[in-house]
C-alpha cells in the first residue's frame, strides 16, 4: 500500500512570502506529526493530529506557523511571511493511533529561503 | 543534558565490520524508535522495540529499560549502510506520543 506522501519535495521561496507543505497520511491513520529539520540540527517536533484536532501545538517556533487537518486525512503546514532560517526539511509522520503504534514518516519537503 | 543522547557522532568503518551505535535516554519510555536517515534526507523507522531484542535482515536492535540504553547493531556491514541513524523516544503529552529525538550517528562504511 501507499506510505506518506509529502508535496512538493523541493520548495525554493523568497523572504516574506508564504508556503504550504502537503502530508497525505496512510489512509486510515487517525495520528498525525509534523517534525522539522534544520541543516545541520536533529529532528524537532512542530504539531500533532488526533483525527483533525491538534491538542498539542507546543512546538510550533512562532505564529507565522500555523497546520490543519481536514476529513481526518491530508494535513497542510502553512509557514506565512517566510524568513531564513524557516529553510529545513519538514517531515511528516502518520500512526494509526497514539502512544504504542509505530509513525511512519514520509520523504520530507526541502524548504529553501533565499 | 539531552533527554535522548546517541553514540558515537561520527563513526567510519570497513565494509564487513560489525557496528554498534548506542542510545541512553534520561526519561520514561514505553517504547524506543531506531530510524535511518539516507542523504536525500528520507526517513525510514528500522524499530519500535519496548523490550529485549529484535532483528530484521543484519540489523539487531536491544533495549534494557532499567538501565534506559538501547544499542543499534549492523553484521557484515556494507557501503549502502552508510546513514545517519536516529534513535527517538514518545513522550507521552495530551494523550499522543511526541518523538524526542537523538543527535544522530552518521555512519560511513568504506568499501
Known amino acids: 500500500g501507499a506510505g506518506v506522501s509529502q508535496s512538493p519535495s523541493n520548495k525554493v521561496t523568497e523572504k516574506g512570502k508564504d508556503v504550504e507543505l502537503r502530508c497525505d497520511p496512510i489512509s486510515g491513520h487517525t495520528a498525525l506529526y509534523w517534525y522539522r529539520q534544520s541543516l545541520g540540527q536533529g529532528l524537532e517536533f512542530l504539531i500533532y493530529f488526533q483525527g483533525n484536532s491538534a491538542p498539542d501545538k507546543s512546538g510550533l517556533p512562532s505564529d507565522r506557523f500555523s497546520a490543519e487537518r481536514t476529513g481526518g486525512s491530508v494535513s497542510t503546514l502553512t509557514i506565512q511571511r517566510t524568513q531564513q532560517e524557516d529553510s529545513a526539511v519538514y517531515l511528516c509522520a502518520s500512526s494509526l493511533g497514539t502512544t504504542k503504534y509505530e509513525q511512519y514518516f514520509g520523504p520530507g519537503t526541502r524548504l529553501t529561503v533565499t | ?111
Not at chain 2, 533527554?3 to 570497513?14: G, H
Not at chain 2, 556494507?78 to 544522530?104: M, N, T
Request: aromatic share 6%; with cysteine.
Open chain 2, 1 to 111: 543534558k539531552n533527554e535522548v543522547e546517541q553514540s558515537p557522532q561520527n563513526l567510519t568503518a570497513q565494509e564487513g565490520e560489525f557496528i554498534t551505535i548506542n542510545c541512553s535516554y534520561s526519561v520514561g519510555i514505553s517504547a524506543l524508535h531506531w530510524l535511518q536517515q539516507h542523504p536525500g534526507g528520507g526517513i525510514v523507522s528500522l524499530f519500535m522495540l519496548s523490550s529485549g531484542k529484535k532483528k530484521h535482515g543484519r540489523l539487531i536492535a536491544t533495549i534494557n529499560i532499567q538501565e534506559k540504553h538501547s544499542s543499534l547493531h549492523i553484521t557484515a556491514s556494507h557501503p549502502r549502510d552508510s546513514a545517519v541513524y536516529i534513535c527517538a523516544v514518545p513522550l507521552i503529552i495530551q494523550g499522543a506520543q511526541k518523538l524526542v529525538f537523538g543527535q544522530g550517528t552518521r555512519l560511513t562504511i568504506n568499501p
